[in-house]
């Protein structure tokens, strides 16, 4: 799995011109899934986010946690994390999982931030869907987790 994450003050994600989902400060995180990906890779890349140090302290230093701040998270469907551009100039996204394997693999994430943040600190996007994503990045922090260097 590939995760970029941006911190954010606020995030929202539109489809058809309808807000779907949104966070206010915590991750908007852009999810893109691999064949080889499994619910363990799953599980595995969500410990690495919650617990993740990025938010700034009483000093200013990244020394906090989403659950530290009490943060929120958007996340995103996004195959094109996968993308090849090795050959051409056209992307090859022939890295990304299938359909169902992505869909399952996306819920299941999804799920597990339910769990561990309570459900109405999490939104989504909609898998598939053309979507507009709208956000504050703070900082600016941006991160890239790849489970294959975890």
């Known amino acids: 799995m590939r995760a970029l994450l941006q911190v954010v003050s606020k995030a929202q994600v539109s489809v058809n011109h309808r807000v779907v989902g949104a966070c206010s400060c915590g991750f908007c995180i852009f999810l893109g899934v691999e064949p080889a990906d499994t619910k363990a890779t799953a599980d595995k890349l969500?410990?690495?986010?919650?617990?993740?140090?990025?938010?700034?302290?009483?000093?200013?230093?990244?020394?906090?946690?989403?659950?530290?701040?009490?943060?929120?998270?958007?996340?995103?469907s996004q195959?094109?994390?996968?993308?090849?551009?090795?050959?051409?100039?056209?992307?090859?996204f022939t890295e990304a999982a299938g359909h169902t394997q992505a869909?399952?693999?996306?819920?299941y994430v999804c799920e597990l931030a339910r769990k561990d943040l309570g459900a109405g600190n999490v939104g989504t996007g909609v898998f598939g869907a053309d979507m507009s994503v709208e956000l504050a990045n703070e900082g600016p922090c941006t991160i890239w987790i790849d489970t294959d260097q975890l």
């Open 79 to 92: 195959f094109t994390l996968y993308a090849s551009v090795k050959h051409g100039n056209r992307p090859s």
């Open 46 to 76: 969500w410990h690495k986010i919650s617990n993740l140090r990025v938010f700034p302290d009483e000093t200013g230093k990244l020394n906090r946690s989403l659950h530290d701040i009490e943060g929120q998270v958007l996340i995103i």
């Open 103 to 107: 869909t399952e693999l996306y819920d």
